[in-house]
């Protein structure tokens, strides 16, 4: 579930049930692999994945965020806030300068859709389109689609 906390956007990967929360008012995310939390580093966000006890630095004043499952490191792309999650070696990048999150189950991709920010959990391998009844936007606000059962859409303030 995403949800807006004082008007930042906090990711969270709800592994063992525990929350990402909102860190002196920064978005921080967090992939909960053994409860521990993410904290804020030199007053800029900062994500960890604390399975190999590998951690992510700041990059250029951006926010840089890398899923060390297999030790591989996600770089800054134009200046952007980049997401990736390393599940086979795949790689999240920025579309049209917003920013792009995918949860690569199987290495599929998550692209903009009208230059809104999306998020996707792919867990059936299905590729997202844009609009054709596959995303929908809501008073230009960012929609997270869940393609389980390609039902489940949900507004993002």
């Known amino acids: 579930m995403v949800s807006l906390a004082n008007h ?18 920064h978005d921080v995310l967090c992939f909960l692999n053994n409860g521990s939390i993410i904290s804020l580093v030199n007053n800029r ?7 190999n006890g590998s951690m992510v630095s700041l990059v250029n004043h951006r ?8 030790g591989s490191m996600v770089s800054l792309v134009n200046h952007c806030d980049v997401l ?5 070696g795949s790689v999240v990048y920025l579309v049209n300068h ?6 690569l ?11 809104c920010d999306v998020l996707c959990f792919l867990n059936n ?13 809501m008073n230009n606000r960012c929609v997270l689609y869940f393609l389980n059962d390609v039902s489940m859409v949900y507004s993002i303030n």
């Open 63 to 70: 926010y840089f965020v890398c899923f060390l499952n297999n």
């Open 45 to 51: 966000d900062v994500l960890c994945f604390l399975n």
């Open 98 to 103: 917003h920013d792009v999150l995918c949860f």
């Open 8 to 25: 930042l956007d906090v990711l969270c990967f709800l592994n063992n049930g525990s929350m990402v929360y909102l860190v002196n008012h």
């Open 125 to 137: 391998g299905s590729k997202v389109s844009p609009i054709n009844n596959q995303f929908f936007l």
């Open 84 to 88: 990736c999650f390393l599940n086979n």
């Open 105 to 115: 189950n199987n290495g599929s991709m998550v692209s903009l859709v009208y230059h």
